[in-house]
């Protein structure tokens, strides 16, 4: 039992904080294996724990590091939005590598995690032997038609649906924005309590830390992610599901193109695959790993 009686599954071999900036970014270290793998943060709204069903796997094989993205879990949340770019989130990866011992990894990242991956990939390739990218936020097709709707910036009557990705709607009814996205990421039947975590990292922080960090990423355009992309010369591993509300399919598809990269289609999956699915994207995850010890 973790103190305060709430139940782990493993306990990492070291964990600490390091700062960059003024800001805490909080990471922990498991397992031994080689290669590491440093499974990267998301977008802010969920902590690391979104991972808790690939780190025990994964660190049975490998080294595996972990951290809290800012503006969520333990680590720190700067109010300005430049804090939240693409770069502020892969100069942390790399503080948290020095600081854990890890000279080489492969990545792995899920949604907004595939910009600070990119990043990484394009400007530390020294540093990153291969990259997996789940349910990948690239933008490098059009959205979704049903988030052609949103107006992030301006202040709407009765907003529904994706109308609630919006600035004004977080800072006066966050909880009701927290509960119809996590609806829209588990897409598939018999989620229930997947949901619940999710909505209750996402309760941790509020709308105008999530604000700041959605406007700190309005830097990662299509032009932008597709020089990034065309710079990735490790090898790479897509997955993306079909069910997928959040970030559509073609989203993967492009990805794997630009960087060329396997992918693989999950049929029926939604946006947070390795929550709902951890045994096969767990076993992706490994195969794609132990090719670098080969």
């Not at 080689?34 to 802010?44: D, K």
């Not at 591993?237 to 079909?242: F, I």
């Not at 994207?281 to 995850?285: G, H, K, Q, S």
């Given at each position: 039992m973790k103190p305060g009686g709430v139940m782990r599954a493993l306990y990492p071999n070291s964990e600490g904080t390091v700062v960059r900036d003024g800001v805490g970014i909080r990471y922990e270290r498991y397992g031994q294996g080689?290669?590491?793998?440093?499974?990267?943060?998301?977008?802010?709204i969920v902590q690391s724990r979104h991972w808790k069903m690939q780190v025990a796997y994964l660190a049975r094989h490998f080294t595996v590091v972990c951290f809290d993205g800012r503006g969520s879990g333990r680590s720190g949340r700067p109010p300005e939005p430049a804090a939240y770019t693409d770069a502020q989130f892969a100069s942390d990866a790399i503080a948290v590598m020095d600081a854990a011992g890890v000279e080489t990894a492969v990545l792995v990242s899920v949604s907004?995690?595939?910009?600070?991956a990119l990043r990484l990939c394009a400007e530390h390739p020294e540093r990153v032997l291969g990259s997996v990218f789940i349910a990948p936020t690239a933008p490098l097709v059009p959205p979704l038609a049903e988030r052609r709707v949103q107006r992030f910036g301006k202040v709407l009557d009765d907003p529904v649906g994706w109308q609630t990705y919006n600035a004004h709607y977080w800072k006066t009814h966050y909880p009701e924005f927290v509960t119809f996205f996590m609806g829209r990421i588990f897409t598939e039947p018999h989620s229930t309590k997947q949901v619940e975590d999710a909505v209750g990292w996402a309760l941790e922080i509020d709308g105008e830390t999530l604000a700041a960090a959605h406007l700190g990423l309005e830097c990662c355009d299509a032009a932008a992610t597709r020089r990034l992309a065309a710079r990735v010369a490790c090898p790479v591993?897509?997955?993306?599901?079909?069910h997928d509300a959040v970030r559509g399919y073609a989203e993967g598809e492009a990805l794997a193109d630009f960087t060329g990269g396997a992918l693989v289609t999950l049929a029926g999956a939604g946006h947070f695959p390795h929550a709902r699915d951890p045994v096969r994207?767990?076993?992706?995850?490994k195969q794609f790993a132990d090719g670098f010890r080969r």
């Open positions: 080689w290669p590491a793998l440093l499974l990267l943060p998301t977008w802010s907004c995690g595939t910009l600070w591993l897509v997955m993306h599901g079909t994207v767990n076993l992706l995850i």
